[in-house]
C-alpha cells in the first residue's frame, strides 16, 4: 500500500510542478499568437472525419489562455448540429454538458467566478448523458499534453469525472479531441490511476 501512495504522492507534485510551468508557457504567449494557433485548430477540427460524422458535440467555452472555440461553436449550429457546454459545480468535480440553444445565447449567460459563462443551474436544459442518444465528440480543453494522448488538467478533475459517467451511458465513451497550443504539447505528462486518456490531440503540427 505505501509504495502505491508514494507513487500518488509523486505524481501530484510532478503535476504541481508542471502547472506552473505551463502557466508561464501560456501567459509569454501573446494574444495575436493564441489566435493565430486558435484559427488553424478551428480549420482542423471542421476537417476532421470524427466531427463531420457526429451529431452531439460538446465543447468547452473557452478562457483567454486556451483554444479559442467561437468559431468552431458557429459551424456546430451552422451545419445543423447539437452544441453541448459544461456547467461546472463549485466545491466539487462534477460537471453536465447542457445544450446551448445558439451561438448568441453565450453572451447572456451568466458568469462563474472563472469568468466563464455558464447556464445557470436550475434553467431546465437537456443534459448529453439524460439522453439515449448521449455525446458522439468531447473537444477537451487542459493545461498540458503528450503525444501519448495524455492530458493534464487544472487540478479539479471535472473532465476525468464526467468520462467516467459516459462510460456508464447505454453509448459509451464519445470520441475525444483535446486542443491544445504547440506550447502546451509536453514530453510526458505524469499519470495518476484516475486520469482518462484522450483519444486525440490537435494542435499545430499534428497530422490533422
Not at 483554444?67 to 451545419?79: A, L, S
Not at 458568469?111 to 458522439?136: F, K, Y
Request: aromatic share 8%; proline share 5%.
Amino acid at each position: 500500500m505505501r509504495g502505491g501512495g508514494d507513487m500518488a504522492a509523486g505524481a501530484a507534485g510532478a503535476k504541481r510542478v508542471l502547472r506552473a510551468e505551463l502557466r508561464r508557457r501560456l501567459q509569454a504567449l501573446g494574444q495575436n499568437e493564441k489566435l493565430r494557433q486558435s484559427r488553424i485548430l478551428g480549420h482542423k477540427v471542421m476537417q476532421h472525419a470524427q466531427y463531420q460524422a457526429s451529431q452531439r458535440i460538446a465543447v468547452f467555452l473557452s478562457m483567454p489562455d486556451e483554444v479559442q472555440t467561437g468559431e468552431i461553436i458557429k459551424d456546430i449550429f451552422q451545419k445543423g448540429k447539437d452544441c453541448f457546454i459544461p456547467r461546472y459545480e463549485p466545491q466539487s468535480n462534477h460537471m453536465d454538458m447542457v445544450k446551448l440553444a445558439s451561438y448568441e445565447e453565450i453572451a447572456s449567460l451568466p458568469l462563474t467566478s472563472w469568468n466563464i459563462h455558464q447556464p445557470a443551474e436550475n434553467d431546465g436544459r437537456e443534459e448529453a448523458l439524460a439522453a439515449p442518444e448521449g455525446l458522439d465528440l468531447i473537444l477537451m480543453p487542459g493545461l498540458g499534453f503528450d503525444k501519448h494522448g495524455n492530458r493534464l488538467g487544472r487540478g479539479k478533475g471535472y473532465y476525468d469525472a464526467y468520462l467516467s459517467r459516459c462510460m456508464q451511458h447505454p453509448k459509451g465513451k464519445p470520441y475525444t479531441i483535446a486542443l491544445a497550443f504547440k506550447e502546451q504539447m509536453c514530453d510526458a505528462i505524469p499519470t495518476s490511476e484516475n486520469d482518462v486518456k484522450v483519444d486525440e490531440i490537435l494542435y499545430e503540427e499534428s497530422k490533422y
